[in-house]
């Protein structure tokens, strides 16, 4: 029988791998430029701390890990015979595969409270899982780059993490579009039209609007269970329009009446003139990609409080490649209340294939071996060896094919491996204290010294 994988993981090769690093050093250079730390958690977690922390479809998401030895030795024959699957599961079960990184997160900062400098800035780079059905773009098991700060209210993070958010996407060469709203001004929206269930198709009415005209979009509200009378409170909301300031604007006079709506509008203010300001004054800044301030924007209801952000990819269709939002009560769920925090999350898996379609990846961060030696036998080996040492000791990344196969095979195998330069060392090279350097994209060979060679494959 052939050998397979589970549905919905992957392998990856060297290539693949290549770039897979290329985006997760990308990521973690620009955290540690702004002064995050690295955490890594365990694969596992009880099932005490993940089971009921994502709601009742989370929990059924969840990879339940057998206990180890006699796993039946807790469940009784009748409990056996009823088949209850989630009952047994908490017999059988006392693990699980972590989810996301948020929860196991908000354990870690339970457990090592003491410990910790607040606020505390962390990111972490790692897999998760979840048993959901295997679709185009969506896996069992795929990796999240979360960066979040813990332990503080101040909006100067939340402009950090957007020149965080600009900055990477700047080296990636991604043309985006930023998105960003406050949790606060959906909140006034409902309180001043009287209607707070009905937020989400609120908004995804008004996201409607390009597609189906204003005449559709309030039919859609009407057919939602709004009233006239909450229809016309919205239409300057629906027909937003001008440059951030002017809908901040806008949106202050629609919700003049409600506290928490412009309070929403005030964080926002600050959000977006701070970065305004850092723009001016030549500093990175959100100025190089587009930042919109986009009402429809209303991911993790129950969860986010303050401002929420979604980055879409302007020359790819694909969904959002990067979200994130503040949120008041990360530690609550673990009986520690009161820790208020923002993150984000890059899509690693989605940036990956936005690289590749818009072939995106610089050169060298894809290429492995630079320099292949060839093998002609013990004495010329001999040779290569002290020039192969010296090679690595200048940073090249070099080999030596270990047979002293036929040359076809030799070359075969630097083409394979798209090696740019291979190495040739006969009794001439030998008597005269030199090698040749073939260039296997012109076919150019010429006899140099050690360092002539480490100069010419180092520029």
Known sequence: MKPNIP???????????????????????????????????????????????????????????????????????????????????AKLCE?????????????????????????????QIQPVWR?????????????????????????LNEVELMQIVDEVFSRFGIRVQIKINNRKILSGIAEVIGAADKIVDITVAIDKLDKIGIDNVNQELRDDGLSEEQIRKLQPIILLS??????LQTIADVLKDSETGLKGVEELRFILGTLGALGTAGAPSCTRNELQLDLTLARGLNYYTGAIFEVKALDVQIGSITGGGRYDNLTGIFGMPGLSGVGISFGADRIYDVLNQLDLYPKDSVSGTRLLFINFGERETAYCLPILNKVRANGISAELYPDSAKMKKQMGYANAKQIPYVVLAGDNEISEGKVTLKNMETGEQQLLTADELIAIVKK
Do not use: W
């Open 131 to 155: 048993a959901d059905r295997p679709q185009k773009g969506r896996y069992r098991e795929f990796y999240q780059c979360d960066a979040d700060v813990v332990g503080s209210d101040s909006l």
């Open 7 to 89: 549905k919905g993981t992957r392998d990856f090769g060297p290539v693949e791998m290549a770039k897979r690093n290329y985006i997760f050093d990308t990521i973690r250079e620009v955290y540690a430029l702004y002064g995050f730390q690295q955490i890594e958690t365990p694969a596992m977690e009880t099932l005490q701390t993940l089971m009921g922390k994502y709601g009742e479809e989370g929990d059924k998401l969840l990879f339940k890990v057998l206990n180890s030895g006699d796993f039946l030795s807790k469940a009784t024959d009748d409990e056996l015979r009823e088949r209850n699957a989630l009952h047994l599961a």
């Open 95 to 123: 693990k699980g595969l972590r989810y996301d990184l948020t929860v196991p997160f908000a354990r870690y900062v339970v457990m090592h409270r003491e410990e910790l400098q607040l606020p505390f800035k962390r990111y």
């Open 242 to 247: 001008g440059s951030n300031s002017e809908k």
